[in-house]
């Protein structure tokens, strides 16, 4: 399974908004950061903006 993980600051939304596709990372800080399952569950398009949000998270 492909997996990235990524920083948020809506964690609980996040996994309410896409379960099954979005969860914590508990092998990181799984307060702040997030796995997306790179499955087809989500669109490229809703990864891409998870990415940058998480690019303007970690500056």
């Not at 920083?7 to 896409?18: A, P």
């Not at 569950?41 to 990415?51: H, N, R």
Request: no cysteine.
């Amino acid at each position: 399974m492909d997996i990235i993980n990524l920083k948020t600051d809506t964690l609980e939304k996040d996994i309410r908004k896409y379960p099954g596709a979005i969860f914590p990372a508990y092998h990181m800080n799984h307060k702040t950061w997030i796995s997306i399952v790179l499955e087809e569950y989500l669109e490229d398009a809703i990864v891409m903006e998870y990415v940058q949000r998480s690019f303007e998270l970690t500056k």
